[in-house]
């Protein structure tokens, strides 16, 4: 087992609406390995783009991140760190929710990046690419020309409105300069973009989809980062572009050794992608494990059923195994303390009503399941009727892939 | 090229526009009540006098006929002559225009200045206190009509604080208010240009400050600008702030803003390079129709300030029904809103990629 960069524990985001709570993500546990690819899968409102955004501590208004731990390793960062918040450095690891936002969000576009889902509409529509690569290039050298501590301590010379209302009247003051644009287009080139020159002069919507997605990843790349979370890189695009996408996120990882958290819907893109994968369910992470324990050693039965909902070309099933209901209410006062698949798992039984904890399904520990089919054989004798939760399982999306 | 298209477009559409104005015009002066040689010559004016200048005038002609003797002379640039004073009405719209101009630009700046941080600030502080303080400001600034507004600054600051500022005309002020002497310099400045109450027109200012290094004269034209620049631009200003901050809000909430966070990107740059300039576009347009709006609008803040301006020359043209000089200042006014229209339009495809596109 390599080092791990990122170890989160209990992460929870609550977003507070009129209805009342609602558990976006709660009780989040990962740790990710330097430089390996984890996938996370789950429907429509499981809470894996709030998870991607509570990391980059994105969260929106009425959204807040309301417990857990953020550790992230890095000997220097920690070393800038530990004279500052002594209790929020555990060795290399630093925890991202203990110290104050000003260093955590120096971390943004450093050390983390992000590619969102749809990339039209992720890119300013008024500024040429290249100009916006080169911001993101341009935070990344600053930020190593002043190093962190001297941000997180004195504030140093930050951007201000006045540094903004300077740079109107004196070209020479503008926050990105030659350089960063040069290097923008180095970029551009590196993701496969021909004639980059040119191109990082054109407007977003001169790019087609699939490009724009390249430059969008030529951009999280500008950040040199350790982490990239990628929110869905490949679901507003053709199925062709899909795939090159997909080739060329494993080549820059390949060759810059980051660590990718890829967060998709799509078990193929998974496959094709990850070493690890974490099933998402209702906030949490129902299923983890390598590649093959998942799919191949499947022990939660939502795994299994959205294994079963992948159309299988050689397979000999004729229709495809729906899962049948949806998503679970995610208002924290609907959900009770059970196992939130229950109500549509075709293996409840009655264990089920408390909440399963994560069980180790192999000595190594690298495979776990939160359910208590782990532990225990499936008896149809003690299973829950049908419709058991027919009154109290209102369906709901709120507060899941809003982003 | 596409520029161009769009140019020569917009110019064909602004002339029918301005055809439209004349014939209008042309059209209710023809119905209006009162005959306009009697209107020249006064109450009582000798018959036979009556009829020599209706025959001069071409007003015993057809209709049509003196429709497009009219337009004739518009096509030459010549609007007629005012029945009042029988001058060249080309030459009065024309002394007139730098002190409208004046205002309305002091006017807009005056809204951008105030307004644009107000909105930002409510946008970004929302539901805060400032938010409030700015929300209620622009209610106040919307529902206060520009008359009482006037008044009202006048008698706070030059009555009630004796700030000099000429009031209107040498009339007896309240008992115990201080009273404000004319400037001393009421005349036509270096151009040619009547300076009125305004004292100092901006152009002799500037020539003070370039040539004589003085600053005197840019003060004294402050002075009388500022009070008639706040009462214009309120309305405008109240305007704007509205406009920002929604703007603010609907970018604040689009996908790349969330991106340019994810990029680290620091937060001014993020509000202004970014969302503020997003936010700028669809301002920018009504700033444009309401200049025009405000060169029209100005006539009620003139009038209150008698400031030496077409709109003051309108409200007089109107009390002597000097119909040729009313049509001719109508006329400006609508090429002034045409033009500037056009240029609002070249702006826009600027600051929007996407427009110039198409």
Redesign the interface.
Known sequence: MSETILEIDDLSTQFFTSEGKVNAVHGFDLELERGEVFGIVGESGSGKSVTALSLMDLVESPGRITSGSVGYRNPSFAENMRTSYPDAVDGDLVDLRAIPEDARRSLRGTAFSMIFQDPESSFNPSLTVGEQIAEAVEVQQRATAMPRSGRAKTRGPEYSLGSYLMSMALPSKRYVTESSRARAIELLETVGIPDPAQRADEYPHEYSGGMLQRAMIAQALASEPDVLIADEPTTALDVTIQAQILDLLNELQAETGMTILLITHNLGVVARMCDRVGVMYAGEIVERGTLEDVFDDTVHPYTKGLLGSVPDLEGTADRLQAISGNVPSLLDHEMGDRCYFADRCPKAMDTCLEKPRSFDVDADGRHSVTCYLAEENYDPDRALEEGRFASEGAVSDVGGDSQ | MAMRQFLVRRLLQGILVIWGVVTVLFGLRAVSPGDPATLMLGEGANRELVERVREEEGLNEPIYVQYLDYVGGLLQGDLGYSWQSNRDVTAMVIERIPATIELTIAATIVAIVIAIPLGVVSATRRNEPSDYGATLFSLLGISTPNFWLGLMLILVMSVWFGIPYPTMSTAAVPVGAVRIPYPSHIGYDFYGFPTGRRGVGFPDAMRALVYDQSVSELGAWLRYITLPALTLGTYFTALITRLTRSGMIDELG???V?????????N??IR???VL??TM?PIITVLGLQMGTLMGGAVITETVFNWPGLGLRLVDALRIRDWPLMQGIIIFIAFAFIVINIVVDALYTK????VS?E
């Open positions: 689009k996908p790349y969330t991106a340019t966070k994810a990029k680290g990107l620091p001014p740059l202004y390079k970014h300039r997003n576009i600051l929007n990629p996407q596109a």
